[in-house]
Nanobody, 114 residues
Framework: QVQLVESGGGLVQPGGSLRLSCAAS????????MAWYRQAPGKQRELVAS???????TYADFVKGRFTISRDNARNTMYLQMNNLKPEDTAVYSC????????WGQGTQVTVSS
């Protein structure tokens, strides 16, 4: 059983930046894919970005050029660098991983507001 714990969320003004972390209780080396999802109030959960064990990344169109996903296998941690944040980025951000891609973190709240 792997536990994933997100951190780094908070309140930020439009145009600001945050870096989210997803720390795993075990090794992420064998996790073929890890990803960040988000869910805004009243909306369905959506994929934000994903990264493979080889470092290949994909991004949702609404974050391309603003967000960067990365992973540090030595630290068993995945990151999401979020720049130029917009109010519509407000959501609970959750990470997903595991060797069978079947574990989720509890989520961290990101609020973008002036």
């Amino acid at each position: 059983q792997v536990q994933l714990v997100e951190s780094g969320g908070g309140l930020v003004q439009p145009g600001g930046s945050l870096r989210l972390s997803c720390a795993a209780s075990g090794s992420i080396f064998d996790m073929p894919v890890m990803a960040w999802y988000r869910q805004a109030p009243g909306k369905q959960r959506e994929l934000v970005a994903s990264i493979t064990s080889l470092g290949s990344t994909t991004y949702a169109d609404f974050v391309k050029g603003r967000f960067t996903i990365s992973r540090d296998n030595a630290r068993n941690t995945m990151y999401l660098q979020m720049n130029n944040l917009k109010p519509e980025d407000t959501a609970v951000y959750s990470c997903r991983g595991g060797t069978a891609y079947n574990f989720w973190g509890q989520g961290t709240q990101v609020t973008v507001s002036s």
